[in-house]
């Protein structure tokens, strides 16, 4: 029998995928069809999940060092930043050389990731699919966030690259840096809890920074732990008295006219946590010196389940890469609530 190239079209017609066939899925968890035929997609990579998504957008409203850290693209695990102590400016007819120290510090992108298994019956249908991609997702993105946040602002102990990613902003202001002409503890306050005695302590936390010369009006912000909302209502002055009193609740969202970014994971914790329960920190700082690298993400990976496998259960991972690191510790101040 002779084969026509009519019967090797349809032959292999018959192997394509059917119009409205699901051929993959979007990081966001929306199906792809097939629209015209073509060979099934194999979604076997890491996917960036997009800016505009419920992900991203939940990781920046609740991580203060994702929304607000100045951000430097990273090509490779670790960036050299510059990093000056100034230039001495002088007048007259004579140029003299400067003396001020240069140098540089290095930061080093770290895994932040997580996984979790669902049946494959389960996401048997496109509907299912999404939901579950969704709502991982967005519990992914709420647990990174308080612990991202938590290894940039709140570990305490030295850096080892896992439980301690990065030395946090917390190790920066408590320990001596030579390079930076830094004393530790030099812009480390506390706060025993008495009401009437926060509102000096707050002041003192912003002098620290504002009578150095990394003091900028336009790039400064607090960063504080939600615990200070109630501190911040109950704070009054020696008659007794409120001394913050919002239009609304009571609640202020600045501090001497200066933006609070909330974060839960501004908190003390010896090892990097998603729920710190140590003490409670609030941090005055120029955000230009919060120094957040990015190599990759967020991005999710979906992986079928094998012939070889146990059981039929399919993995979906979430992960980010990122670096931190406060390039000068003279540029922030830190409050700890003690008592």
């Known amino acids: 029998m002779r084969t026509t190239l009519a019967d090797v079209w349809a032959e292999a017609d018959n192997d394509l995928p059917n119009r409205g066939t699901i051929l993959g899925f979007r990081s966001s968890g929306e199906p792809i069809y097939s629209l015209g035929g073509a060979a099934a997609a194999v979604i076997d990579d890491w996917i960036p999940i997009e800016y505009d998504s419920n992900v991203v957008q939940r990781v920046r409203m609740d991580s203060a060092i994702e929304r ?17 102590a100034g230039i001495t400016v002088a007048s007259g007819s004579t140029y003299s050389d400067d003396t001020s120290t240069n140098d540089e510090v290095t930061i080093t992108a770290r895994r932040f990731h997580s996984r979790f298994k669902v049946d494959e019956d389960d996401l048997a249908d496109a509907n299912s699919r999404m939901d579950v991609l969704s709502t991982k997702g967005e519990d992914w993105a709420i647990s990174y966030a308080d612990t991202f946040d938590n290894a940039c602002l709140g570990a305490t102990g030295a850096e080892n690259g896992t439980t301690i990613p990065f030395t946090s902003a917390y190790r920066t202001l408590r ?4 390079d930076a002409s830094y004393v530790a503890d030099a812009n480390y306050l506390t706060w025993d809890g008495t009401p009437s005695g926060l509102y000096g302590k707050l002041s003192g936390v912003f002098k620290l920074v504002e009578t150095g010369k990394y003091w900028s009006l336009a790039d400064s912000l607090v960063i504080a732990h939600p615990g200070w909302r109630d501190a911040l209502r109950m704070t009054v002055d020696d008659q007794g008295r409120p001394i913050f009193i919002a239009t609304t609740d009571g609640t202020p969202d600045t501090l001497f006219n200066v933006p609070i970014a909330w974060s839960r994971g501004c908190r003390a914790s010896t090892v990097m946590s998603g729920d710190p329960t140590g003490r409670d920190l609030l941090y005055f700082t120029n955000r230009r010196f919060l120094a957040r690298g990015d190599r990759s993400g967020p991005e999710s990976l979906f992986q079928n389940a094998r012939p070889q496998d146990d059981t039929d259960d399919a993995a979906i991972k979430f992960r980010a890469r990122r670096a931190f690191k406060l390039t000068h510790p003279k540029a922030a101040a830190v409050l700890e609530r003690v008592g």
């Open 175 to 178: 320990s001596n840096d030579s």
């Open 68 to 84: 607000y850290g100045q951000r430097y693209v990273m090509r490779s695990k670790t960036r050299s930043i510059p990093r000056s």
